[in-house]
Nanobody, 118 residues
């Protein structure tokens, strides 16, 4: 497993942008697929975006496609989530996760709060 620490959350107005980062410690970062998830108050956790080990394949949930971009830098053991044109409904705690495949994420960060004001 790896240890994950998110950063970059905050308060932003609708239409604004934020870039989240997730730094990993531990071995073999490049052997993990990575994902971003979010959870809003009173709602279930939902998938945001996922990225393959080499960073070439990227997957997005429909509501984020075109606004969010996931990227990773294996040399820096970091995964990013660039979020543009933010909407109030994007308000949530955002978590990064690592796993051996997309169906078995087993390392999670503590989360970072994103609040979008209207």
């Amino acid at each position: 497993q790896v240890q994950l620490v998110e950063s970059g959350g905050g308060l932003v107005q609708a239409g604004g942008s934020l870039r989240l980062s997730c730094a990993a410690s531990g071995r073999d970062f490049s052997s993990y697929v990575l994902g971003w998830f979010r959870q809003a108050p009173g709602k279930d956790r939902e998938s945001v975006a996922h990225i393959s080990r080499n960073g070439i394949l990227k997957y997005y949930s429909n509501s984020m496609r075109g606004r969010f971009t996931i990227a990773r830098d294996n040399a820096k053991n970091t995964v990013y989530l660039q979020m543009n044109n933010l909407k109030p409904e994007d308000t949530a705690v955002y978590y990064c996760a690592a796993g051996r495949d997309y169906s078995s994420y087993d390392s999670w960060g503590q989360g970072t709060q994103v609040t979008v004001s209207s």
